[in-house]
């Protein structure tokens, strides 16, 4: 029988998703010596990858946002200094469907031009100023580090910002997005079809159940679209390396099994050590921190969070695909195709890879049976159906499927509940109130992901990451 081994560390984080390497990464650089305590085999979470013989895939169809200046990631980017090589996206998104094509162009000029030519809307004064909103809520987002509560120290902050602006129009955080929109807006049914499906990549919520400002962060989520050399794989091992470099370790494949607090300490047990340490990061959900932490029960009004139906395959084709994250809507919703960059020959080599998600509810997949086994099929049949429907154009010579995810599979791989994915769904500005909070009262433990920061994707795991060092002292055994 192996020795159990006992091990200190002043900072440890529990779960490897985006969010927690990047706070070990930053907490690592403050002094802290960190360590990563993870069940899988790789980092990453719901943005994770897999390889396979035909080249790398990202598990999620995850895009690179936030890397404008002054945003999350480029914040995270430029505290650890990461030089990561990256491909802007222009358009961002590209939507297909039976009777339009549409450009989310990453420019208020092209934007509105492409909106006038597809749905006759003349909007150019619109976008200007929901843009200059969108900078200011970014702003502001970032002054709330125990988002979504406020110290006097924050709200001095904010009343020193640009606050007033968004003070002076009360129906951005009173209105649904589609009640805040131009009444030419409302009244084009093409336009809020694609503007819907958008807003569910970025915000969980169509326009008429989404708080007006979220729909203005996730409206412009496509100006600031890249894809990554390596894929989700080279950020991965961009954020690894910083851990190591600030004297960090890394635990995969050890599971925490329990959690006990002593003498204001946390000692945390896995599968073949035990760990102590003072501070502790939590980057998993609270219903799988409180099967862990004895004595706790720590409560979050989640609601239902989508799970994901995912599609993978290396392509071959005679002219590469370029616009790499296009949205294609058929008959029964939506299916996000996310593309490996042609020149991107750390992950592929001669093949494109091709991962396709779509939400559905995570309820729905309870057992691996034959009707599982029928549903991963029908889904493998209408993405491969779509894919040589859209893109046949680009003259497709061989196509090598993979494989499909459903929630239980991210369940399996990320013990998230149900195999959830993505953030809370959020109807208005008063249920931000649930989101778990930056730092627990009375302890040193810390919140980090999407169940403590609005929206989904790496910008907002990011973002809680740089919350969770604002202000915290290292603490030290």
Excluded at 336 to 353: A, I, K, T, Y
Aim: a positive charge; one cysteine or more; aromatic letters at 12%.
């Amino acid at each position: 029988m192996n020795k159990v081994k006992n091990q200190t560390f002043d900072t440890i984080v529990l779960g490897a998703g985006m969010g927690g390497l990047a706070a070990a990464a930053l907490w690592g650089k403050q002094g802290s010596k960190v360590a990563v305590l993870e069940s899988h085999y790789n980092g990453g979470g719901c943005a994770s990858f897999f390889k396979r013989r035909e080249g790398i895939y990202d598990v999620g169809a995850t895009t690179l946002s936030g890397l404008k200046a002054h945003r999350p990631v480029s914040r995270v980017f430029n505290e650890l200094n990461i030089e990561l090589k990256t491909y802007q996206c222009d358009p961002g998104i590209v939507v297909k469907g039976s009777n339009l094509t549409f450009h989310f162009y990453a420019n208020i000029d092209k934007l509105s031009q492409e909106l006038k030519d597809v749905f006759n809307l003349d909007c150019y004064e619109t976008l200007k100023d929901w843009k200059e909103i969108e900078s200011i809520l970014w702003e502001l987002l970032d002054l709330i580090d125990n988002f979504p509560f406020l110290s006097f120290k924050g709200l001095l902050k904010l009343l020193k910002s640009k606050i007033l602006k968004l003070i002076l129009r009360p129906s951005l955080f009173l209105k649904s997005f589609y009640d805040f929109l131009p009444s030419q807006m409302q009244n084009s049914p093409q336009f809020i079809k694609v503007l819907d499906e958008v807003l569910m990549i970025s915000t969980q919520q169509t326009s008429k159940n989404c708080p007006a400002f979220m729909g203005l962060l996730g409206l412009f989520y496509p100006f600031d679209t890249h894809a990554i050399n390596g894929g989700m794989m080279g950020l991965i091992r961009a954020l690894e390396d910083k851990i190591k470099q600030y004297r960090g370790e890394l635990f995969y494949r050890s599971e925490c099994m329990e959690i006990v607090k002593v003498n204001n300490q946390y000692c945390l047990k896995t599968n073949e050590n035990m760990f102590y340490c003072k501070n502790l990061i939590s980057n998993i959900s609270p219903e799988n921190l409180n099967k862990i932490y004895q004595n706790r029960n720590i409560q979050q009004n989640k609601g239902s969070i989508w799970g994901a139906m995912t599609a993978y395959f290396s392509i071959k084709t005679q002219k590469p695909i370029t616009n790499l994250y296009c949205q294609v809507h058929d008959e029964q919703g939506s299916l996000f195709f996310s593309f490996s960059h042609p020149n991107d020959l750390m992950r592929s080599g001669e093949w494109q890879q091709v991962t396709v998600s779509s939400h559905i509810e995570a309820s729905k997949f309870k057992n691996r049976d034959a009707q599982y086994l029928e549903e991963k099929n029908r889904f493998k049949d209408r993405v491969l159906a779509q894919f040589k429907n859209f893109f046949n154009s680009h003259g497709i010579i061989e196509i090598k499927f993979s494989c499909v995810g459903t929630p239980l599979t991210f369940k399996s791989y990320t013990h998230r509940p149900s195999g959830e994915v993505g953030g809370l769904r959020h109807y208005s500005i008063f249920q931000l109130l649930r989101l778990m909070p930056k730092k627990l009262r009375g302890e040193n433990l810390y919140f980090v992901g999407d169940y403590g920061f609005p929206g989904q994707g790496i910008v907002s795991v990011f973002q809680s990451a740089l919350n969770s060092v604002k202000g915290a002292s290292v603490q030290k055994l």
